[in-house]
């Protein structure tokens, strides 16, 4: 957090880490981008689609993110095939749909907003499920472990 210029007590309210990868809670994202002074407007919102405008001075970058891309990727059914809690329509469905939009535009366009973050929490636990961990060999770890230890 202190590398995003976050207070330690904003830090702790917002980002967690999961699988080693440091992600930030959704609200947290409008103060980041605010903080690094762009405005966030939200357009075209149905629940299938929402397209996210954010601008700074002369700067404008747009992304539409829809519900079919988030079924198409796999990211809206849980592993019995049915809609995540998330994905439900409703409140849930326009809050991915703008984190989504939102996810877009900052990997793709405004990086720099989160510094070393991963991603977007409400975003990011879609791919959960779809992560692959290959399986540890613990005499693999004690194999490295014992030639870092040699060389020190």
């Known amino acids: 957090g202190l590398e995003m210029g976050m207070t330690p007590m ?3 309210n917002s980002l967690y ?4 990868a440091v992600n930030i809670w959704g609200k ?4 980041r981008l605010r903080v690094h002074g762009f405005i966030v407007k939200y357009s075209n919102e149905t629940p299938e689609q929402v397209t996210a ?8 970058y747009s992304f539409t993110y829809k519900y079919k891309d988030a079924e198409l990727s796999g990211y809206t059914k849980d592993n019995y095939g049915k809609d995540k809690i998330g994905w439900k329509p409703g409140q849930n469905r326009l809050l991915k749909l703008r984190y989504g ?6 990997k793709t366009e ?9 991603g ?7 791919f959960e499920n779809s992560r692959k961990v290959a399986e540890v060999d613990q005499d693999e770890i004690k194999r490295i472990a014992g030639a870092v230890n040699a060389s020190v």
Request: proline letters at 2%.
């Open 10 to 12: 904003e830090s702790m």
């Open 120 to 126: 977007i929490a409400e975003i990011e636990s879609d």
């Open 28 to 31: 947290a994202v409008t103060r």
């Open 101 to 106: 939009a939102l996810s877009a535009l900052l």
């Open 110 to 118: 405004v990086p720099e907003v989160l510094g070393v973050v991963n």
């Open 17 to 20: 880490v999961v699988n080693g």
């Open 53 to 60: 405008t954010i601008t700074r001075g002369e700067e404008k």
